[in-house]
Each structure stands twice: as C-alpha cells, then as structure tokens.
C-alpha cells in the first residue's frame, strides 16, 4: 500500500505562484509514475501533469502547459508541482496520484493511489 500526502496549498491572487508537494510512503515508490489531477466544484477530476518513474519524461494538460511544472525527487519519495501564473480558473482541489506503471497516461484508470487533495483557491 502507498500513502500520499499533498500540501502547499493555499489562497494566492492571479498571477501568483504555488508549489504543491506530495510525500509518498509505504510500497516502493520509484517504480511508478506520478501524476497531479485536480477538481473544481461540480466538475470532474482532470489531468493536470504527470512524470515518468526516472523523472525524464513528463507531459501536461494544455492548460497547464507554460505555468506548471512538474518534477519528482525519488531520494525523498517526493513529487513537486510548481504552479506559475495562476488564474482563477486554476482554483480546484488539487490530488496526486500514483500508476503502478514506468510512464502513465492522463486518465484516472492509469493511477492506482491517490491523496487527499490539497485545495488551491486563485483570486481574481
């Protein structure tokens, strides 16, 4: 069993920066790629970003393609996403998930474990 924990949450205006880091403990957690997903009320859960297990292979929703980067550290079990520019329309809960596979794709089904979510409000 894998156990994620999301933080780095918060309330920031428009144009402002977050960085939301997940921790990972349990199972081996290098083996598997990592993905960030996110929902706003009323909505479902979308892809956001998501990185091989070697940290060398990423790919990103358009909408956050530019602003978000996502990035992985294995020594400390950890997955960061650095969230530039945000707008309003950034503002959901935000999750990691864990896919039991090298290099998941953006669906739900690819991931297995999932955190709580930490939430990100954007202000206009």
């Known amino acids: 069993q894998v156990q994620l924990v999301e933080s780095g949450g918060g309330l920031v205006q428009a144009g402002g920066s977050l960085r939301l880091s997940c921790a990972a403990s349990g199972r081996t957690f290098s083996n598997g790629g990592m993905g960030w997903f996110r929902q706003a009320p009323g909505k479902e859960r979308e892809f956001v970003a998501t990185?091989?297990?070697?940290?060398?292979?990423?790919d990103y929703a358009d909408s956050a393609k530019g602003r978000f980067t996502i990035s992985r550290d294995n020594a400390k079990n950890a997955v960061y996403l650095q969230m530039n520019s945000l707008k309003p329309e950034d503002t959901a809960v935000y999750y990691c998930a864990q896919s039991r596979t090298i290099l998941p794709g953006r669906d739900v089904a690819w991931y297995t474990y999932w955190g709580q979510g930490t939430q990100v409000t954007v202000s206009s």
């Open positions: 990185i091989s297990w070697s940290g060398e292979t990423t």
